[in-house]
């Protein structure tokens, strides 16, 4: 039983990943939302990279619950006539299930260059390639 308590925290740990960084885009848009005109046009550049960093992220956070999802459905329809068999084949359940997710997340990374082709760059790149100039 001990592995399905380690594979339930792991699930555990995922969500509460996803939901820190909703906090922080909620408290990065709050804290923008107050600034004066004057003080966020110069920040245009910086609020278009958080955004698009912020996006990237939520999709990291996304696939963090799908994998949550995904283990405690594999969890839940585990069963073994004892309770070693029963570590045995929770932790292989766990491990296939982690894996499979962090390999779409490595994948994910892969695809956009770690954010990048998503605008997740700073400094901001032209389409030229050289730094963006300032708004």
Not at 16 to 30: F, L, S, T
Not at 86 to 110: C, I, N, P
């Amino acid at each position: 039983m001990h592995a399905v308590e380690e594979a339930l925290n792991a699930a555990k740990e995922a969500a509460e990943a996803g939901r820190k960084v909703e906090a922080e885009n909620r408290a990065k848009g709050a804290f923008l939302a107050t600034m004066s005109h004057e003080r966020r046009t110069p920040l245009a550049l910086w609020d278009a990279f958080i955004r698009a960093l912020s996006l990237h992220e939520a999709q990291h956070a996304d696939n963090a619950a799908a994998a949550a999802r995904a283990l405690r459905r594999e969890l839940e329809a585990t069963s073994a006539p004892s309770c070693g068999m029963m570590d045995g084949r929770t932790r292989m359940a766990a491990s296939q299930v982690l894996a499979e997710h962090r390999e779409r997340d490595r994948a994910y990374d892969e695809r956009t260059r770690h954010g990048t082709t998503e605008g997740a760059i700073w400094p901001p790149r032209t389409a030229a390639g050289g730094a963006a100039p300032p708004p």
